[in-house]
């Protein structure tokens, strides 16, 4: 079929949906919705047998709408209505909750049901259940409306005649730290993560509050900054304390690491480090985080949106190189919702010296693959469990295997950001894909599913999502099953680098001598892109990349 997705951006759920639809062999096009004009425009130069708006903030043209099938996804169960569907989800501790496609008509949300799927509701913030949840239940709603739409005998269900739900103002989401418990606040952040936040007031700054983590050790003065680390402030609650990672200043501003917002006036707060790889012991804030399975070392980094500022980059470079010493297979496993998404843009765009602390970012990002590309002592493994992008897909490839989970998005470019790139990839990709290949996928920046990865032999494996880590696991231990498979596979991999050290080294300075002016010249479109993307810019246009010519 030609089928159009109508979108408000190309975010996580819309490209996960575009590679699914794309893999099975349907013909896409996509067209964001600006107005009215450029939907219907669209829809008359692609003729689209169906439409499918799984990410929309505006109402469907009814001249649309009444001429092509149009199925809208909404996050909800049948008869929920109205926006902030998740954001209820939390606050009223919903165990259970469902997506649903609806026919598009003149009602917001109250369309007949053409598939609904639901799912056990996970203990996190909003934005992590909308990528992980929401996504998988939605590509499953899409095989079910596929199916439904070609019975002739199918009858949909009509939407419940329910009321809009209450829309959630700044006043619903407020913290009440003299009575809210540790728990009562982190709801209320999940709820809010990672759009609106919550208003608050923090040393005389209204800010939005984001990424709230338990802490189970500091205790002290309710909302008092108790300690710093890693960017984030812990502030006291009245049976606890709670850590803040990431915060924005009221009407102006973008979301930065705590401290950043903070700046001097938590002079003189205690940084309270953890060692440089955390146990995962007790409830606290960290960013990275290891676990032993015998042999295999299981490396964790959990870094807000998977993006990598040069002090990160650094402190997992050293966690890597000090794993490595006792382990014979490492296993990165990356963040809660990405894998990696390269280097850190927000804190980029906050910088006085852009060009310095750009360059300072990407220099630290190599230095982090390199150890692990020239890391001859052990396996290393990529667990691509989550999406990736730019930089990070290219950190995945520079293991020796690299692994993912069904449904996985993959972007392996930069150039929508303005960046030739760097991060070996001129040697890790055309070494798995072939140049031809590596050039088609840095060239035409579309999303790329896990599958089709596999596919091109740019990863190794995909395991179900149903039983991941168990095969992970399982795949892990079988590269130390056998002890001479391992020694052969170890000298191998010695010979391989010896040889082809200075080949691997000139490609990395071959990118860097391109990147050079793209992040010290004034006029570099990478200034241009990353403030569009930072300051969360509405598109003017659908980019044409995306649509069927």
């Given at each position: ?77 049948r008869g929920d209505k109205g926006h902030h569907s998740l954001d209820h989800v939390i606050r009223d501790d919903k165990k259970e909750w469902g997506v649903v496609l609806l026919r598009a008509n003149e009602h917001f949300d109250g369309g007949d049901i053409y598939s609904e799927v639901k799912y056990k509701v996970r203990d996190t913030y909003k ?423």
């Amino acid at each position: 079929m030609k089928i159009l997705l109508v979108v408000s951006g190309f975010n996580s759920l819309t490209q996960s949906v575009f590679v699914k639809l794309q893999d099975i062999g349907h013909t896409l096009s996509v067209q964001y919705a600006i107005d009215d004009e450029s939907i219907i425009n669209e829809v008359n130069r692609f003729s689209p047998d169906i439409i499918i708006c799984p990410y929309v903030k505006k109402f469907i043209p009814k001249e649309v709408f009444t001429k092509v099938p149009t199925y809208i996804l909404h996050p909800g169960i049948r008869g929920d209505k109205g926006h902030h569907s998740l954001d209820h989800v939390i606050r009223d501790d919903k165990k259970e909750w469902g997506v649903v496609l609806l026919r598009a008509n003149e009602h917001f949300d109250g369309g007949d049901i053409y598939s609904e799927v639901k799912y056990k509701v996970r203990d996190t913030y909003k934005a992590s259940l909308y990528r992980d949840e929401v996504v998988t239940a939605t590509l499953e709603a899409i095989d079910e409306l596929l199916v439904n739409i070609q019975d002739e005998n199918f009858k949909p269900i009509p939407q419940s005649s329910t009321p809009l739900h209450h829309y959630l103002t700044t006043q619903d989401r407020q913290i009440d730290w003299q009575k809210d418990t540790t728990l009562e606040i982190v709801r209320k952040v999940y709820a809010s993560d990672s759009y609106p936040g919550v208003l608050d007031e923090i040393l005389g700054i209204e800010c939005y509050l984001y990424g709230a983590w338990e802490e189970e050790k500091l205790t002290g003065e309710v909302k008092k900054i108790l300690a710093k680390r890693d960017g984030a402030i812990c502030l006291g609650t009245i049976d606890g304390a709670v850590w803040i990672t990431h915060l924005k200043e009221k009407n102006k501003g973008i979301k930065l690491p705590s401290t950043y917002v903070m700046k001097e006036k938590i002079q003189g707060v205690k940084e309270n480090r953890l060692p440089l790889i955390f146990d995962m012991s007790y409830k606290t804030f960290y960013e990275i985080g290891s676990h032993k399975d015998g042999d295999v070392s299981y490396l964790c980094f959990n870094f807000h949106n998977g993006a990598m500022n040069s002090e990160q980059a650094i402190r997992l470079k050293y966690a890597f190189e000090y794993l490595k010493e006792t382990a014979k297979v490492i296993i990165l496993i990356g963040a809660r919702d990405f894998f990696s998404n390269g280097i850190h843009l927000n804190i980029l765009e906050d910088s006085p010296k852009q060009g310095e602390d750009g360059w300072s970012n990407i220099n630290a990002m190599n230095d982090l693959i390199k150890s692990i590309i020239f890391a001859s002592d052990v396996i290393t493994v990529s667990s691509l469990h989550k999406n990736a992008g730019a930089g990070g897909v290219f950190l995945a490839l520079a293991c020796d295997y690299v692994v993912g989970k069904e449904n996985t998005v993959l972007n392996p470019h930069y150039k929508t950001m303005g960046l030739s790139g760097s991060e070996y990839h001129t040697y890790s990709l055309p070494k798995r894909v072939g140049k031809e290949k590596a050039d088609e996928l840095l060239k035409n920046c579309l999303p790329l599913s896990i599958q089709k990865a596999k596919e091109i032999g740019m990863i190794n494996e995909v395991f179900s999502h149903s039983n991941y880590f168990e095969t992970l696991r399982s795949y892990a231990q079988s590269l130390i099953a056998d002890q001479d498979k391992y020694d052969d596979f170890i000298y191998k991999k010695e010979d391989y680098l010896e040889e082809n050290k200075q080949f691997i080294n000139d490609c990395k300075e071959n990118e860097i001598k391109v990147m050079y002016p793209e992040f010290w010249e004034k006029e570099s479109l990478f200034h241009k892109l990353r403030y569009d993307f930072v300051y969360k810019k509405v598109p003017t246009i659908t980019p044409k990349r995306l649509q069927i010519q």
